[in-house]
């Protein structure tokens, strides 16, 4: 099993509330990414990190911000919650350097906006 | 055209069958490649790499065409459990590169 954590698993909230969603892994992985995937629907990078002090933009991210303060720790957060942003929220980290590096990912924040 | 494109499916199979997949890439410089499985409302799993000179693990094989581009899985012997949703990935290996998803290959194993 892999050791990425996310919290909380489920969250409802009220429109324009700004909340943060957290991510942790324990395996010392360099890279660390967000997707934001619909039911039946592909990955859409939101952000991600190559390490400390490390962000860069995905596909989707205009509405959303991230921090790498620590190695395992990337949160991100919405700082204005809108219905359109409900959605399974995945968190992901994968190993820096040559050979098949595949991607660890956390369990997922499903996310609803009311 | 996206960089990695996928028959969304669905694959609707009967137990027991032998159901492959294609999955084709439009970056040549992508070196590394993977197959993972995602259950409903689960996250990703990695399923396999993909070797250049292809893999086997129990009932599933892996395959990479480099010449035109693409990545297979071959699923034997279709279980029940097999039915997910195959996502492929592709890789520039290394440094500041970024895996690509494809969005994705339903399965679905009938009685």
């Known amino acids: 099993e892999a050791d990425i954590y996310q919290t909380p698993r489920y969250l409802v909230i009220g429109t324009g509330k700004k909340i943060t969603l957290e991510c942790s892994q324990t395996m010392g992985h360099d890279k660390m990414y967000w997707y934001q995937q619909d039911p039946g629907m592909e990955l859409h990078l939101i952000h991600y990190s190559y390490g400390v002090n490390s962000t860069e933009k995905g596909d989707l991210s205009s509405e959303s911000t991230v921090s790498r303060i620590r190695t395992e720790h990337f949160p991100l957060t919405l700082e204005s919650a809108r219905p359109s942003h409900t959605s399974q929220y995945l968190c992901a980290s994968n190993p820096e350097g040559q050979g098949y590096n595949e991607q660890f990912f956390g369990p997922g924040t499903r996310l609803t906006v009311l | 055209r996206k960089e990695v494109e996928q028959d969304p499916g669905p694959f609707n199979v009967p137990e027991g069958a032998t159901v492959a997949f294609n999955c084709t890439y439009s970056n040549s410089a992508s070196q590394s490649f993977f197959w993972y499985r995602q259950d409903c409302r689960k996250e990703p799993k990695l399923l396999m790499s993909?070797?250049?000179s292809g893999n086997e693990d129990g009932r599933f094989t892996a395959q990479l065409n480099r010449a035109s581009q693409y990545i297979s899985l071959l699923i034997r012997d279709s279980k029940l459990s097999d039915s997910a949703t195959y996502l492929c990935?592709?890789?520039?290996?290394?440094?500041?590169?970024?895996?690509?998803f494809g969005r994705g290959t339903s399965l679905i194993v009938h009685p």
């Open positions: 990935a592709a890789q520039i290996s290394g440094g500041s590169y970024i895996p690509t």
């Open positions: 993909v070797y250049s």
